[in-house]
């Protein structure tokens, strides 16, 4: 159930594999990154950030790897649950800035049980 | 505490008319900002707001304005509807900008335009 270098509209994965989302990003002076969770019916979901230097941070159960030379993103999360299923995006922005954040189009995951 | 919060949840207008959307962000909060998620284009930031001020708005024509008040809800209007205006308007809050980390969505106002 894994994707690398490639943006997927969709994902499917079975119940305890790992999930990678991948996400380019567009705007080489970006520094800081988010990865958010949408569920049906609901707002945009913060998972976990990244600023630009670092190359990869972890939280329960996730992982963000940043690729500053090719400009990508990817989103790992350990053991896929059914409660994992939304859909994914990613996010630049220019940290101290504003609220103004580019959302990358977003990866549909389903997780099969 | 009470998350971000939105009315209305859905609305349906025709072509022509406007559209007010009112969004209460977390209590303490005192910056705003909106987007707009559609199908084709995705999620799009429409304006940010900041003590009463708009400090930052997207690619969005005229017809897109919003405001701050003093307690920091926000409201945005769109005039002269479009059926490509159709969408979820998402509003989201934080401490102060650039706390984008602490960025908390609501759960958006669904507008249909016929």
């Known amino acids: 159930g894994e994707n690398v270098g490639l943006h997927l509209p969709t994902l499917s994965v079975q119940e305890g594999d790992n999930s990678i989302i991948n996400c380019a990003y567009s705007?080489?002076?970006?520094?800081?990154f988010i990865w958010y969770k949408q569920e049906s019916g609901k707002g945009p979901q913060f998972i976990i950030d990244i600023r630009s230097n670092m190359d990869k941070r972890q939280g329960q159960r996730v992982t963000v790897l940043l690729n500053k030379t090719v400009k990508h993103l990817s989103l790992q999360i350990a053991a896929t649950q059914p409660g994992d299923s939304a859909v994914y995006f990613c996010?630049?922005?220019?940290?101290?800035?504003?609220?103004?954040?580019?959302f990358g189009k977003g990866t549909k995951l389903t997780v099969n049980p | 505490k009470a998350g971000v919060t939105q009315t209305p949840r859905y609305l349906i207008k025709t072509r022509g008319q406007q559209v007010t959307l009112s969004c209460s962000p977390i209590s303490g909060h005192r910056s705003v900002s909106w987007y707009q998620q559609t199908p084709g284009q995705g999620l799009q930031f429409l304006f940010e707001y900041f003590s009463e001020t708009q400090r930052n708005k997207g690619n969005f024509p005229g017809r897109f304005s919003g405001r701050q008040f003093s307690n920091s809800r926000s409201e945005m209007n769109v005039s002269t509807l479009e059926l490509g205006d159709s969408a979820l308007y998402l509003c989201?809050?934080?401490?102060?900008?650039?706390?984008?980390?602490?960025?908390?969505f609501g759960e958006g106002s669904r507008l249909t335009v016929l």
């Open positions: 996010a630049e922005t220019l940290q101290g800035g504003s609220e103004k954040l580019v």
């Open positions: 705007n080489s002076a970006s520094d800081y």
């Open positions: 989201a809050s934080s401490f102060q900008p650039g706390n984008t980390g602490e960025l908390f």
